[in-house]
């Protein structure tokens, strides 16, 4: 089934420590995005990528890093330099370079020890 | 404040009932789109209408744009308890390059 797949589905962090949220597609999709999403709250938008080895900053990208060394997987970071990391954290995808009809991933929890 | 801002921000209706949501933006957009969230779930794209159409229909829903008074509506139709979620509008703004911005969401509750 094609799909987005995001791991795992619950994280902790300890002070200090960098944790890394994978987030893999098999749509063969262009351009995929990261995006943080707190409690009650709308999703905010922290990095996105519309082609391999590129990637712009969003809204909120302090503290957070990704690469895309592959169409499939678009990794997000998040640095010890983020220090309210606790979020719900939303990966999508969308064919073509634009943001439209988005598919997203099943979502990390990320929470502080 | 948010690019898109929905209202209310919190709707409860009985099965059957129609349920209307408006999302408010403010500058201008190439398209509107509505995602819905279950409980701790991903986003389900519903429908994309853009800046040149008026309104757009899919199944139970019935989407409406007005880009001079920067507004949108979802309407749902005869609810069900399955569209028990929370319901998100996202722009694609002009000027803003390849991103999408989402509003804080109308979070609906159908009782059956």
């Known amino acids: 089934d094609g799909g987005i797949t995001q791991s795992p589905k619950y994280l902790f962090r300890k002070e200090g420590q960098n944790v890394t949220l994978s987030c893999e597609q098999n749509?063969?999709?262009?351009?995929m995005y990261w995006y943080r999403q707190d409690p009650g709250q709308g999703l905010r938008l922290i990095y996105y990528?519309?082609?391999?080895?590129?990637?712009q900053k969003g809204d909120i990208a302090e503290g957070y890093s990704v690469s895309r060394e592959k169409k499939e997987s678009f990794p997000l970071t998040v640095t010890s330099a983020q220090k309210n990391p606790t979020a719900f954290y939303l990966c999508?995808?969308?064919f073509g370079g634009g943001p439209e009809k988005l598919f997203f991933g099943s979502g990390t929890q990320l929470s502080v020890l | 404040s948010q690019q898109g801002e929905e209202d209310p921000q919190a709707l409860s209706i009985q099965e059957g009932e129609n349920a209307t949501m408006n999302c408010s933006y403010k500058t201008s957009i190439n398209n509107l789109q509505w995602y819905r969230q279950n409980s701790g779930r991903g986003l389900v794209h519903l429908i994309l209408i853009r800046s040149n159409e008026r309104e757009k229909h899919s199944g139970r829903l019935r989407v409406t744009l007005d880009t001079s008074k920067k507004s949108s509506s979802l309407l749902i139709t005869a609810s069900r308890a399955a569209d028990t979620a929370s319901y998100f509008c996202a722009t694609d703004i002009k000027a803003a390059g390849n991103k999408l911005t989402f509003g804080g969401g109308t979070r609906v509750l159908v009782k059956p």
């Open positions: 990528s519309q082609i391999v080895n590129d990637f």
């Open positions: 749509l063969n999709h262009d351009a």
């Open positions: 999508a995808s969308s």
